[in-house]
């Protein structure tokens, strides 16, 4: 029997997947469930703006559309307030919703979570009190019923949580003299080929990259608040919450490297990458950003950083990076030097464009470069961009950088 594949949705699949939800609607209907998605749910202007979203997947088998889901990672406005219960873990995660299936199809639920999981380790999900058969389902596969959430027309649903926190809380107490930082660093770190310690002779000390956790997202706060307030390298007007900081680099991690450079026991800079457009075909292409601590700039920790970053880019079949700079239109300003551009320059990066006076900061006008760098040969058939969540898995060591 051909193996059951999963991929993102597109335009074409419509008439299939409009199909398989009327059946799960009738299914619904038959076993007690009238009301979940009534006659219409979800609607077409729904499921195409899953689409553009890149957030619908379909379950293929010989060109057949087997199941549908939706996989949304990030804060669910309807999940901000549960009653009868409370959510076990705060962290990012990842919500399956609008679950269907073809009569014949077999083990959907189980693919489902299966590829969810693969994705982010921290799922919710919720279904309508009458529909026991899925509730059956998600109770199977290791959630647990967490409390009562209301949806958008002010109808109850049942939710449901599955976290890896809880192992974590296993291997703590299995060996209670590990702390909760050293169990996520050590994880991450083992799992995902990119550690580096090297010796900066300029500095004459260890500096170590590694990859950034949530706990780091003070430190790294404290690098990036003067950026804000006293330059003109980011546009960003005011310093995020500690709060919503945390949030990116939970998200960040979820697709893409995010890493930190430390120095006797403190972070002295970090860098991650990002998409650089959100469409399915710019998934070999993102964009970097660095930020190195004010008083250690000049000792080589950014190259350090990017030539790990880099490392960890073409692991996952990124052919290119691209960064988007500020630009000063004088030779002279107290907020905005060329010397990111000059950095950039000197890890390989080429100026691509430049856009005249886009942005306003501190009573001026700035400017705003692009400019790009070639990881690789472009193949003619890449290999499918691999999420760093799921690379972080593979737990194998990576060579010391020299």
Known sequence: MEKMQIRQANIEDLPQLLALYDHARIFMAEH?????????????????????????????????LQG?????????????????GSWKDTTLYGTIHRIASASEAHGIMEQVL??????????????????KVMQHLILKNGFEKCGIIYVDDGSPRVAFEKTSKEEDEKKIA??????????????ITDATEIAHTVTSSEVNTKLQIRIA?????KEILDIYAPYILQTAITFEYEVPTLEAFTRRIEQTLVKYPYLVAEQ???????????????????????ETSIYVKMDAKGQGIGKKLYVALEEALLRQHIV????????????????????SVDFHAHQGYKMVGEFHQCAYKF????????????????????????????????NAKTEPVD
Not at 114 to 131: G, M, P, S, V, Y
Not at 213 to 217: G, R
Not at 320 to 339: F, H, M, R, S, W
Request: aromatic content about 10%; proline content about 6%.
């Open 32 to 64: 007690g469930n009238p009301t979940q998605w009534g006659q219409t749910r979800p609607t077409e202007e729904t499921l195409r703006k899953d689409i553009e979203k890149e957030q619908l997947y379909v379950i293929e088998e010989r060109d057949r």
């Open 68 to 84: 549908v889901f939706a996989l949304i990672i990030g804060e669910d406005p309807t999940y901000q307030n549960i009653e009868q």
């Open 114 to 131: 299966a590829f969810a999981w693969e994705k982010i380790q921290h799922l919710r999900i919720d279904t309508h009190e009458n529909n």
């Open 174 to 187: 299995q060996n209670p003299h590990m702390e909760e930082k050293d169990l996520k660093e050590s994880d």
């Open 213 to 217: 956790t949530p706990l780091d997202a």
């Open 264 to 286: 006797d026991g403190r972070i002295v800079g970090y860098a991650y990458a990002g998409p650089l457009h959100e469409r399915a075909a710019y998934d070999w292409a993102v």
């Open 320 to 339: 290119c990076v691209n960064a988007c700079i500020a630009y000063p239109d004088q030779e002279k300003d107290v907020y905005l030097t060329k010397d």
């Open 363 to 394: 009573d001026h006008w700035y400017n705003m470069v692009w400019m790009e760098k070639s990881l690789c040969e472009r193949p003619q058939h890449p290999e499918p961009m691999i999420w760093f969540s799921r690379l972080r898995k593979k």
